[in-house]
């Protein structure tokens, strides 16, 4: 079956870096995306990976390993705005439809 | 570039009612996707269309339809409306080739009283 695995919620200091997993098992893969969604808002694009490795932009990173089902997104000098749900979705490649995980809330404190 | 455009953005209805709801894709784009999100069950996909074709179907009841118009913009009906349709409605837009990136409107918060 298609499952996208998140943690539900995680909990950080402001100034340091999170890292949030997602691990997938899809019949197909074309790309995993990260979004970020402030309460009441619209998710936002984060980033896209679809080969192997470590994409970065900015004080977001995400990384991708196809041969084991898992990604992370690597938040660094976490500021308060970066409270939010971040949501990982894999795009498989049957019929190109995004598969989404149920979101990671992340709440920063002072 | 103007964004995704869901109209309207609240609504309110009772059950047994039927609802009519607006998106309008960025400019160019040809994929239109969507999804119903309530609180804590994430994104759930109810459709997408691409080039006035529906390409892929979500696991809703066939309350709801949609579909697209040449000018790429898509309309969503949920016929018979239920308490358990109280949720907000997303639209994402996206280009329909290469990444495929899916661009989101602001949505429709819809209530069923």
């Known amino acids: 079956g298609q499952n996208i695995d998140q943690p539900t919620e995680m909990t950080a200091t402001e100034g340091a870096i999170v890292q949030i997993n997602c691990t997938y098992q899809t019949s197909g893969f074309n790309g995993l995306f990260w979004y970020q969604q402030h309460a009441g808002e619209a998710p936002t694009f984060l980033s896209y990976?679809?080969l192997d490795g470590l994409e970065e932009k900015g004080r977001f990173s995400s990384f991708l390993s196809r041969s084991k089902g898992y990604s992370y997104l690597l938040l660094k000098e976490l500021q308060m705005k970066d409270s939010a749900s971040y949501l990982c979705?894999?795009?498989?490649?049957?019929?190109?439809?995004?598969?989404w995980g149920a979101g990671t809330k992340l709440i920063i404190k002072p | 570039k103007a964004g995704v455009t869901q109209t309207p953005r609240y609504l309110i209805k009772t059950r047994g009612q039927q609802v009519t709801l607006s998106c309008s894709p960025i400019?160019?784009?040809?994929?239109v996707s969507w999804y119903q999100q309530t609180p804590g069950q994430g994104l759930q996909f109810l459709f997408e269309y691409f080039s006035e074709t529906q390409r892929n179907k979500g696991n809703f009841p066939g309350r709801f339809s949609g579909r697209q118009f040449s000018n790429s913009r898509s309309e969503m009906n949920v016929s018979t409306l239920e308490l358990g349709d109280s949720a907000l409605y997303l639209c994402?837009?996206?280009?329909?080739?290469?990444?495929?990136?899916?661009?989101f409107g602001a949505g429709t918060r819809l209530s069923v009283l």
């Open positions: 990976n679809v």
């Open positions: 979705a894999v795009r498989d490649d049957s019929n190109y439809q995004l598969i």
């Open positions: 400019s160019g784009h040809r994929s």
């Open positions: 994402a837009s996206a280009p329909g080739t290469s990444k495929n990136i899916q661009y």
